[in-house]
């Protein structure tokens, strides 16, 4: 049985952080920067990688999922190469490294709990928590779209969303976290971009991919900019059924065009 124990999990912490939101109605949407909402990244298309050849992972050691995620990052390039240099932007590698216990070195600061894995914007470096529930569940859907989730970030890096951000000074709290939800629900699509394209190449069951929309997608991560967001929550992430939406759009569409966060309706990332 493929979903389980780690879904189940992530599940169940989204639920819990996702627990009795506020969902503040903002009369209309702020504008953003071109490269944010115009970006040429969604004028490429179709992602157009098929196959992802996924390695057998089964004996829940720590080194087969290293092996499994280096695997899954040279897909991840490779497929994301191509429409990032299409849009005009020079493509770069992210680095990454696996951990087993949180307080590490990241670039941004040390891991924090709460977080499966991190994207450092600083340094394009994806930090990936290989915690003892991921090690015993190797074969977990999860596993995969979580990188790819960090992969998301690493686009929008490359792309210069993360410059293009307007900073947390201290006050402007509830613009920041709107465009932390929209940027996390982005990364969250362009997971799906990947996942779709390559899911018939997997060896899977749908079942295992709509579990996950159903649950609240990868759950939390961190892109971690140099601000502290573990005290506010799923506020940075969005609420699962939205987490679930724009994990499906990208799915569906296999295309980074669908996955403007930035000009969509409040209701699409609270
Ligand atoms: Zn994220």
Not at 226 to 244: C, I, Q, R, Y
């Given at each position: 049985m493929r979903i389980p124990r780690l879904a189940l999990m992530a599940g169940a912490l989204a639920s819990v952080l996702f627990a009795g939101t506020a969902h503040a109605a903002t009369l209309s949407a702020p504008a953003y920067k071109p490269a944010l909402a115009k970006s040429?990244?969604?004028?490429?298309?179709?992602?157009?990688?098929?196959?992802?050849?996924?390695p057998k992972v089964q004996g829940g050691s720590l080194d087969e999922v290293k092996i499994y995620l280096d695997v899954v990052l040279d897909c991840l390039n490779a497929a994301w190469e191509p429409r990032v240099k299409q849009a005009g932007f020079t493509f770069k590698k992210p680095s990454m490294q696996v951990v087993t216990k949180l307080g590490g070195k990241t670039g941004c600061g040390p891991y924090p709990a709460g977080a499966q894995a991190l994207y450092c914007s600083l340094n394009n470096k994806i930090t990936y928590l290989a915690s003892s529930n991921l090690v015993a569940e190797p074969n977990d859907i999860m596993l995969m779209a979580v990188l790819a989730h960090e992969y998301g970030h690493h686009i929008q890096s490359l792309t210069g969303m993360f410059k293009a951000r307007t900073p947390y000074n201290g006050k402007n709290e509830a613009r920041f976290l709107d465009e932390s939800r929209r940027l996390e629900l982005q990364a969250e699509c362009l997971s799906g971009v990947f996942l779709g394209s390559?899911?018939?190449s997997l060896d899977r069951q749908e079942t295992e991919f709509t579990y996950l929309v159903k649950n609240g997608g990868t759950g939390l991560d961190l892109?971690?900019?140099?601000?502290?967001?573990?005290?506010?929550?799923?506020?940075?992430?969005?609420?699962?059924?939205n987490v679930g939406h724009w994990l499906k759009r990208g799915y569906d569409t296999e295309s980074a065009g669908s996955c403007n966060t930035w000009n969509t309706a409040k209701s699409k990332v609270s």
């Amino acid at each position: 049985m493929r979903i389980p124990r780690l879904a189940l999990m992530a599940g169940a912490l989204a639920s819990v952080l996702f627990a009795g939101t506020a969902h503040a109605a903002t009369l209309s949407a702020p504008a953003y920067k071109p490269a944010l909402a115009k970006s040429p990244i969604y004028k490429t298309g179709k992602l157009g990688f098929d196959t992802c050849e996924e390695p057998k992972v089964q004996g829940g050691s720590l080194d087969e999922v290293k092996i499994y995620l280096d695997v899954v990052l040279d897909c991840l390039n490779a497929a994301w190469e191509p429409r990032v240099k299409q849009a005009g932007f020079t493509f770069k590698k992210p680095s990454m490294q696996v951990v087993t216990k949180l307080g590490g070195k990241t670039g941004c600061g040390p891991y924090p709990a709460g977080a499966q894995a991190l994207y450092c914007s600083l340094n394009n470096k994806i930090t990936y928590l290989a915690s003892s529930n991921l090690v015993a569940e190797p074969n977990d859907i999860m596993l995969m779209a979580v990188l790819a989730h960090e992969y998301g970030h690493h686009i929008q890096s490359l792309t210069g969303m993360f410059k293009a951000r307007t900073p947390y000074n201290g006050k402007n709290e509830a613009r920041f976290l709107d465009e932390s939800r929209r940027l996390e629900l982005q990364a969250e699509c362009l997971s799906g971009v990947f996942l779709g394209s390559v899911w018939h190449s997997l060896d899977r069951q749908e079942t295992e991919f709509t579990y996950l929309v159903k649950n609240g997608g990868t759950g939390l991560d961190l892109s971690a900019i140099g601000v502290k967001l573990e005290s506010w929550g799923d506020k940075t992430h969005g609420n699962a059924k939205n987490v679930g939406h724009w994990l499906k759009r990208g799915y569906d569409t296999e295309s980074a065009g669908s996955c403007n966060t930035w000009n969509t309706a409040k209701s699409k990332v609270s």
